[in-house]
């Protein structure tokens, strides 16, 4: 069983920033995938952003260039720059191994 532990949402006034942590533990036997999806209310969740073990990254069109994902093993980070009100929702961190496994989701709420 593989767990997923999300921290760093909250309030931030437009133009701020955050900084999302997911930690993973528990039998993680490879990963392909970590990132974020986001989900706002009353819409799909998106990819917001994604890394591969490899070290490729992907964002969604929304995000390039004011988002960064970065991982250290088992750790992702999502570093949020230039926060817009549109950027305000449920943020998902998810691993991929041979399942996709979840986090519980950390609420990010821009606004003045």
């Known amino acids: 069983q593989v767990q997923l532990v999300e921290s760093g949402g909250g309030l931030v006034q437009p133009g701020g920033s955050l900084r999302l942590s997911c930690a993973a533990s528990?039998?993680?036997?490879?990963?392909?995938?970590m990132g974020w999806y986001r989900q706002a209310p009353g819409q799909q969740r998106e990819l917001v952003a994604r890394?591969?073990?490899?070290?490729s990254i992907n964002y969604g069109d929304s995000v390039k260039g004011r988002f960064t994902i970065s991982r250290d093993k088992n750790t992702a980070w999502l570093q949020m720059n230039s926060l817009k009100p549109e950027d305000t929702a449920v943020y998902y961190c998810?691993?991929?191994?041979?399942?996709?496994?979840w986090g519980q989701g950390t609420q990010v709420t821009v606004s003045s």
């Open positions: 998810y691993l991929l191994s041979r399942v996709k496994y």
């Open positions: 528990g039998s993680i036997n490879s990963i392909n995938d």
């Open positions: 890394i591969t073990s490899g070290g």
